[in-house]
């Protein structure tokens, strides 16, 4: 089975902190995302990647950045954290991006309150 | 652009009653459909989806889907549910950016199932 592994389910964070989510998967997946999810808006996507050091934004991408040194590993980082970031984060894996019928595998999530 | 409306962001059910969430589509393309759950403090996991090779969709846990062009719709759908299959349901589709493919959802809907 897939496995999405994220760091933490819980993270409290101060004002103004730098705040890193990790994300390692198992698969040898190409396409990794991170999402934040928050009532009645769904899942958003704030990047994704589809190789090592390649990354795109994705719809709501600012006040975060992304990192990938490593296939299996896509960190999601919040370079100064602010009240409104207060929410779940979802990472993703998928397999071959040239296709469109690829489902994604989730992580557990990691919800982050910002105080 | 592609996105994907769920219709009611709650539906409430008895056990052993029809569950029906709904989904339309907006695609110029022939869409490639989605349906995840979220059970409370999880990851997303995939239920069904839809890749053009029929458009009944038969998923897990008794779940099935059929897609119907003339209504852009994919519907959700199980004969009789059950207190287990409480949980927020996400209607996905894939599109294209810049080369490669992503997610993008629904708001979602949340279903209840009581006794």
């Known amino acids: 089975d897939v496995k999405v592994t994220q760091s933490s389910r819980y993270l409290v964070k101060r004002t103004g902190e730098k705040v890193f989510l990790e994300c390692v998967q198992d698969?040898?997946?190409?396409?990794m995302f991170w999402y934040r999810q928050d009532p009645g808006l769904g899942l958003r996507l704030i990047y994704f990647s589809y190789d090592v050091k390649m990354k795109e934004k994705g719809d709501i991408p600012e006040g975060y950045s992304v990192s990938r040194e490593k296939k299996e590993r896509f960190s999601l980082i919040l370079e100064s954290a602010s009240t409104n970031q207060t929410s779940m984060y979802l990472c993703?894996?998928?397999?071959?991006?040239?296709?469109?019928?690829?489902?994604?595998?989730f992580g557990q999530g990691t919800r982050l309150t910002v105080v | 652009a592609q996105s994907v409306t769920q219709l009611g962001s709650h539906v409430s059910v008895s056990e052993g009653a029809l569950v029906l969430l709904r989904c339309n589509y907006s695609s110029s393309v022939p869409p490639y459909l989605f349906w995840y759950v979220q059970y409370p403090n999880q990851g997303l996991q995939l239920l069904l989806k839809?890749?053009?090779?029929?458009?009944l969709v038969k998923g897990i846990n008794g779940f099935e889907a059929e897609f119907k062009k003339s209504e852009t719709s994919f519907h959700l759908t199980k004969p009789s549910a059950h207190m287990s299959d409480a949980a927020e349901y996400f209607c996905?589709?894939?599109?294209?950016?810049?080369?490669?493919?992503?997610?993008?959802f629904g708001a979602g809907t949340r279903l209840a199932v009581h006794p």
């Open positions: 698969m040898d997946h190409e396409n």
């Open positions: 839809y890749t053009s090779a029929a458009t």
């Open positions: 993703a894996s998928s397999f071959n991006p040239g296709r469109m019928n690829t489902e994604a595998f």
């Open positions: 996905a589709v894939s599109v294209r950016s810049g080369g490669y493919n992503k997610l993008i």
